[in-house]
């Protein structure tokens, strides 16, 4: 049985929902023929449609997986001749059924309303959306996120494909977040009909997002824990074609009842230590298998071409450049724009002209000039992301600039090169300067209630938008937070600033408590006094052992956090490494800097060293001198100032 996917359909899917529509159709362009630039490849449809399949594929161990594909259709006619086709393999659920308001049933897919995957069906590829054992349509069961037996399927997914009659034998993958690190995953595994990947917004170490630090997400595992439990045992996967009464669909979703739940999995106290193992007769998870930053002599020698997305208000921001960096052999491209998580820049011009770019060099052998240019293109922020007065403004500043491709930053290394420190030290009167001053502290009693706002790139990273605005992503102006926490503040820039990299702030404390939570922001403060969110990073205090990184971390201190690492407060001062997400923004000449730094996030994290929130920690600060605290900021060779 097919579906006719026509090129109006709506896409409706919860991370996405903003994304644009794709281009009508019209002609191909040859190969050869003179190519764009960065952003602004574009070609005209050939197509205009597509069928939709839904079939189950066996794995070797015998569980069946759900797949759908889609030829594409010109004028109703299929595509006669194998297509280079593009993956998406999610835990998502490939394709549900809904009821309209009439009554009536119809399929909503992921191939047949992602911009995205509809833009590369107009443009002559096959597209496949896969479901993971153990969710959606799928038989089995899901061993958690990233589970050895989700990530080995992965290779018999694709060379399925690349052996099927409307698969010309080379594939690609496409996806954001969780489908974003599975292709990462399926390059450890070489598959040979595996020529290609653009994973986007996609974490390499799942750790390092979980627990940053030793601290704790709790907000994100449970809100996605249970969202993806829920979707797990919902009988509203479309069933394959050759179960029309879903009644295997239905015995599939049974067998997901012994799933391993996230919240359940991670969110036990162990899962808090690197070194953590959960076993059992039937399954195997840990750190290491749930990562790919440390399978980098794999993804090396499989020969993949990774083209590598990265948003500056992602909840990744740090670690894709991090393997982008560590990767030594595979073909490589990374882009960071001025984005959040969910819906940031999907399907606008310059995603779509460099995902098209990207996979007709690799798959259709166009000679788009995709990588005769500098391998690396940011964005730098102009703007900022605070929530605007106007609610007709859906886009940040930043976010419509960025859409010109002529106003990105090109280089051939990260981080750029022509980089400095400017260092600011925190000095008496809550003032961020060039001079540490004379020896002192400042006191502080952790606020529980104190949060990076009521919204943040945490939640933005599991689907959430704005409660107050449906639909926004922007952060809150965070003056009223301020309050509840420690604040050091510039002198007005003489200069225009601009910051390239990652922040890194030097702490020294001691607490009435043998441990705590430590999280920092990054804010410009503009000439009105309003206190914009730039970045921000976190540490445990007992997890502040730094270790020899296994990756490139670009220097940053590296919080291994093994069982054995943790160690509590001293009575005296105690140095706290904290590295702050990467960014890359302008502050405006008469704007501020300012450093917040907090002993709580009750938005995101879990509260610490009370979970209650009541046995508040006092905590001193100590500044000045030698040995006082400090920020330092990557900026600019010319805006630095000696150390």
């Not at 002192?440 to 919204?455: K, M, N, P, R």
């Not at 600033?497 to 702030?505: E, S």
Request: hydrophobic share 35%.
């Amino acid at each position: 049985m097919k579906t006719k996917i026509g090129p109006r359909t709506l896409w409706s899917l919860p991370l996405l929902a903003a994304a644009l529509a794709c281009a009508p159709a019209g002609g191909d362009i040859p190969a050869g023929e003179e190519h764009a630039g960065f952003g602004a490849y574009t070609r005209e449809a050939t197509y205009d449609g597509a069928n939709r399949y839904s079939v189950y594929v066996p794995m070797p161990d015998g569980v069946r997986v759900s797949v759908d594909y889609f030829i594409p259709t010109a004028g109703g006619v299929e595509a006669s001749a194998p297509l280079p086709t593009i993956l998406h393999y999610t835990r998502y659920t490939r394709a549900r059924v809904v009821q309209d308001e009439d009554g009536e049933s119809r399929i909503v897919s992921q191939g047949g309303q992602d911009p995205i995957l509809q833009h590369m069906l107009h443009r002559g590829y096959t597209v496949a959306v896969a479901d993971a054992r153990g969710t959606g349509a799928s038989f089995g069961v899901h061993n958690g996120p990233f589970s050895l037996e989700e990530t080995a399927d992965s290779h018999h997914i694709v060379e399925w494909i690349a052996a099927q009659p409307w698969s010309d034998g080379n594939v690609g993958m496409q996806g954001r977040s969780y489908p974003g690190m599975t292709q990462y995953q399926a390059a450890t595994q070489a598959p040979p009909a595996l020529k290609a990947i653009f994973p986007e917004m996609a974490g390499p170490s799942a750790y390092d997002f979980v627990f940053r630090g030793g601290t704790y997400k709790n907000e994100f595992i449970d809100t996605w824990g249970a969202g993806t439990r829920a979707a797990d045992l919902s009988t509203a996967a479309a069933p394959a074609d050759e179960d029309p009464d879903g009644a295997l669909r239905d015995a599939a979703v049974a067998e997901h009842a012994a799933n391993l739940w996230a919240q359940d999995l991670v969110g036990a106290e162990s899962a808090a230590f690197r070194d953590w193992v959960h076993e059992t007769e039937t399954a195997r998870a840990d750190w290491n298998n749930i990562a790919t930053i440390d399978d980098l002599e794999a993804i090396d020698a499989s020969g993949i071409a990774i083209y590598h997305m990265v948003g500056w208000y992602d909840i990744f921001t740090s670690q894709q450049p991090m393997l982008y960096a560590s990767l030594k052999a595979a073909p490589q491209k990374m882009v960071i724009g001025p984005w959040v998580h969910g819906g940031g820049g999907y399907a606008g011009d310059v995603h779509k002209a460099e995902f098209l770019r990207w996979y007709d060099h690799w798959l259709k052998g166009i000679e788009t000039g995709v990588m005769d240019e500098p391998p690396v293109h940011y964005y730098v922020m102009e703007g900022n992301h605070t929530l605007p007065d106007d609610p007709a403004v859906e886009l940040s500043l930043d976010e419509k600039r960025s859409e010109d491709g002529s106003t990105w930053i090109a280089t051939d290394v990260w981080p750029p090169e022509g980089l400095a420190t400017r260092r600011f030290q925190l000095a008496a009167g809550g003032a961020l300067g060039d001079s540490p001053g004379d020896p002192g502290h400042d006191e502080y009693t952790v606020d529980y209630s104190s949060a990076v706002g009521s919204f943040s790139r945490w939640m933005n990273g599991h689907g959430a938008r704005r409660k107050d605005r449906p639909g926004a992503t922007f952060f809150d102006e965070r003056s009223a937070e301020n309050g509840k926490a420690l604040t050091y503040t510039t002198e007005p820039m003489t200069e225009a600033t601009t910051i390239t990299g990652y922040p890194v702030l030097r702490l020294s404390v001691t607490s009435t408590h043998d441990d705590g939570d430590f999280f920092v922001y990054l804010e410009e403060v503009d000439a009105d006094g309003r206190s914009h969110y730039v970045t921000e990073g976190a540490l445990r205090a007992s997890y502040r052992a730094v270790a020899e990184a296994p990756w490139n971390d670009f220097g940053l201190p590296f919080h291994r956090g093994n069982q054995d690492d943790v160690e509590p407060l001293p009575d005296g001062p105690a140095e706290l490494l904290i590295d702050l997400m990467g960014t890359a923004i302008t502050i405006d000449e008469g704007h501020r800097l300012r450093l917040t730094i907090a002993g709580a996030d009750a938005a995101n994290h879990a509260l610490y060293p009370d979970p209650q929130g009541v046995d508040a920690p006092t905590v001193t600060v100590h500044r000045g001198g030698e040995n006082g605290s400090w920020l330092d900021v990557p900026v600019d060779g010319d805006q630095a100032n000696s150390r």
